[in-house]
């Protein structure tokens, strides 16, 4: 239970929206994750306590071009408001275009820039969390994103990482242009391009972000190794953030959204869902994900991959699991799911981390990107990255 004299932790994040200020309270949201944060998935989190659900990174060409995939990625589901797309982009003016016609035929209410992507497919072209690198091409990008929102209402916010590595932090620079250039907020996942996913978040650059962006209002929002709702309000209390972003911990487990809800809420409850419990999410994942693709076959063959992270530290036969991991239709989940007997949660196993688990690895970046910060570089490089 929650005592009438809490102290709140976290005040309500403003998200200023052309119909009116909108407060995301408490500040929770989902990060966006290719192939995860479908409109299925964001339902998913959204009934279960997240406060913002940001889409799957659609590359700005390919919304321009009108891509049917793309576009269907940034369909919300029924009843998603504020309605917010993860927008990626090397080139000032393909980001107009694309922020432009996001507002002309309304087709989101917040606009997400990604800049943090480590995979080599996108840093070797210098986009993801490379960009920054290059400071002018990356406070041209985000001027253009916010300029072209601006007569619509809509705000724009970024995500970042610390930097390229240890040698090339980029974080504070491309944070304060970003503020001073007129994002909402800045999020921040607290590794460098070259760890990955790799080890432990550092949660003190954070600390160091909020700090440094004190001055101009502009509040900052935490991201890395948020496991459990005890963990979201370590890394407020830590840090100072305005916010949490959850991404992988949230992968077979979107109650997590729950639970840092009633942590924020100052209440003592875990939310620790039994096998039983956690079946019936997972079938109304598959109901949803099927209504979604409009195909059973389609939207099964989508759904398995989160199969694994939703039975993990359960205990289910392996024939079970991998029949789990080949499942096909609404029937046969169903069946599946009815011979699952009921466990308590596996706390110490289900709270460990999940999800990529890609190495450090030295970032691929272009010849010579590391020469000049100041070099105003002009590549077209969406077709890197062209799905979303």
């Known amino acids: 239970m929650v005592s009438a004299t809490t102290p709140r932790l976290l005040e309500p994040l403003r998200l200023p929206l052309a119909s009116g200020d909108h407060f995301i309270d408490p500040p929770v949201v989902l990060a966006p994750m290719a192939g995860i944060t479908n409109a299925p998935f964001r339902t998913l989190c959204r009934e279960l306590g997240a406060g913002l659900f940001v889409s799957e990174m659609v590359t700005a060409r390919a919304l321009i071009e009108r891509r049917p995939e793309t576009l269907r990625m940034i369909v919300p589901g029924p009843g998603e408001w504020p309605r917010s797309v993860q927008l990626y982009s090397v080139d000032p003016h393909t980001m107009r275009a694309a922020v432009t016609m996001i507002g002309k035929e309304n087709l989101a209410d917040h606009i997400d820039m990604n800049f943090g992507c480590p995979v080599p497919k996108v840093t070797r072209k210098g986009g993801g969390a490379a960009l920054p690198y290059k400071r002018k091409l990356f406070s041209a990008i985000v001027g253009a994103a916010v300029e072209a929102a601006k007569p619509f209402g809509i705000p724009v916010t970024v995500k970042m ?24 907020w800045v999020a921040l996942h607290a590794r460098t391009a070259e760890q990955m996913y790799e080890g432990k978040s550092d949660w003190s650059a954070i600390t160091r972000l909020v700090e440094h962006l004190a001055p101009t209002g502009v509040p900052v929002l935490g991201n890395g190794d948020i496991w459990s709702g005890a963990d979201g309000v370590a890394m407020v209390k830590e840090t100072g953030c305005a916010g949490v ?38 079938f109304r994942h598959a109901q949803l994900i099927v ?69 450090g690895r030295p970032p691929t970046l272009p ?21 979303g």
């Open 161 to 184: 990482r610390i930097g390229i590595d240890t040698d090339h932090h980029t974080y504070l620079d491309a944070a304060k242009s970003a503020a001073d250039i007129g994002v909402a």
């Open 245 to 282: 972003v959850v991404g992988r911990g949230c992968l077979g487990r979107p109650w997590l959204f729950s639970d840092l809800v009633e942590a924020f809420s100052g209440g003592e409850k875990r939310i620790t869902p039994t096998l039983f419990e956690v079946r019936e999410i997972m």
């Open 291 to 359: 209504e979604y693709f409009e195909s059973e076959d389609r939207g099964m063959r989508d759904l398995r991959k989160h199969m694994a992270w939703y039975l993990k530290g359960f205990r289910v036969h392996s024939e079970l699991r991998c029949q789990f991991g080949m499942v096909s239709t609404l029937v046969e989940m169903r069946q599946l799911l009815d011979q699952l007997s009921d466990q308590p949660y596996p706390v110490e196993v289900g709270e460990k981390p999940r999800g990529r688990t890609s190495h």
């Open 367 to 387: 010849d010579g990107w590391l020469n000049d910060p100041d070099e105003m570089v002009s590549i077209e490089l969406e077709d890197a990255f062209s799905g």
